[in-house]
């Protein structure tokens, strides 16, 4: 079992920054990708960006250039630099680790972009 605890998320104004982590614990030692989804109320769950253990990265065209995801394996700790945020980043955050075909949530952290 893998688990994960996320911190991070907030409140903060148009063009402003926030980092997300997302720590896993448990049987760690062997989780490959980790990443980040976002959902809003009455839309799908949208994948934000992932990190293959290797430092393979992906990210959704609408965060590119805006977000960092990284990655500190000897820390089994993933982080979301989220700088430039715009109101249609607000949603909750939800961390994610796949170990063994098995895919592993976080608690989610809400992230809200507000003037």
């Known amino acids: 079992q893998v688990q994960l605890v996320e911190s991070g998320g907030g409140l903060v104004q148009p063009g402003g920054s926030l980092r997300l982590s997302c720590t896993a614990s448990?049987?760690?030692?062997?989780?490959?990708?980790m990443g980040w989804y976002r959902q809003v109320p009455g839309k799908q769950r949208e994948l934000v960006a992932t990190?293959?253990?290797?430092?393979?990265?992906n990210y959704v065209d609408s965060v590119k250039g805006r977000f960092t995801i990284s990655r500190d394996n000897a820390k089994n700790t993933a982080y979301l630099q989220m700088n430039s945020l715009k109101p249609e980043d607000t949603a909750a955050y939800y961390c994610?680790?796949?170990?063994?075909?098995?895919?592993?949530w976080g608690q989610g952290t809400q992230v809200t972009v507000s003037s």
């Open positions: 994610y680790a796949d170990r063994d075909f098995v895919r592993y």
């Open positions: 448990g049987s760690a030692f062997s989780i490959n990708a």
């Open positions: 990190i293959t253990k290797s430092g393979t990265i």
